[in-house]
């Protein structure tokens, strides 16, 4: 009786240090929260790292739906209505899907936020709205995905 005692003891203890231990995730989650003019900007994402791969183009085909990030969707929130590309987008949270194209890239805002990935189907009646942006080369490899909010001012920002 005693040696099974200790054998639970043992394994309880083991499961214990185990639980314990956390390992960096491959592609970790990141809130970024900003204040732009009197509305409150909320960014939750998961950042993949290139690890030395071609993403653009590659790993993340041209002219398809990308989740933009890794794992659940990333999302924004806005605490009031907001311009975009001169559209309005009511205040609310939405998934952030971009296609990513070499000369623009397309940014969808999508009502639907409980997907993992992209949509298994895709609804046009979720879209609340569509902008384009033009990508921006860097003069450095940039190794780990990141969204920011920048180029703040009263009432004006740029996501990144």
């Not at 409150?40 to 998961?46: A, H, I, R």
Request: no cysteine; aromatic share 10%.
């Amino acid at each position: 009786m005693k040696k099974l005692i200790y054998a639970v003891a043992f394994m309880l203890a083991t499961y214990a240090i185990e639980a314990q231990v956390k390992t960096p995730q491959p592609s970790p989650k990141t809130t970024v929260q900003q204040v732009v003019g009197l509305t409150d900007v909320t960014l939750d994402y998961s950042r993949p790292s290139a690890k030395g791969r071609t993403i653009f183009g590659d790993l993340v085909p041209f002219g398809k739906l990308w989740r933009t990030g890794a794992n659940l969707n990333s999302m924004i929130s806005f605490s009031d209505d907001v311009t975009i590309d001169g559209k309005v987008l009511p205040k609310g949270k939405y998934a952030i899907f971009t296609v990513p194209k070499a000369d623009t890239w397309e940014i969808i805002f999508y009502k639907t936020t409980d997907n993992w990935g992209t949509p298994e189907e895709f609804k046009e009646e979720d879209v609340a709205l569509r902008a384009n942006a033009k990508p921006v080369l860097t003069d450095r490899r940039v190794e780990t995905f990141t969204l920011s909010i920048g180029n703040i001012t009263n009432d004006a920002a740029d996501l990144e």
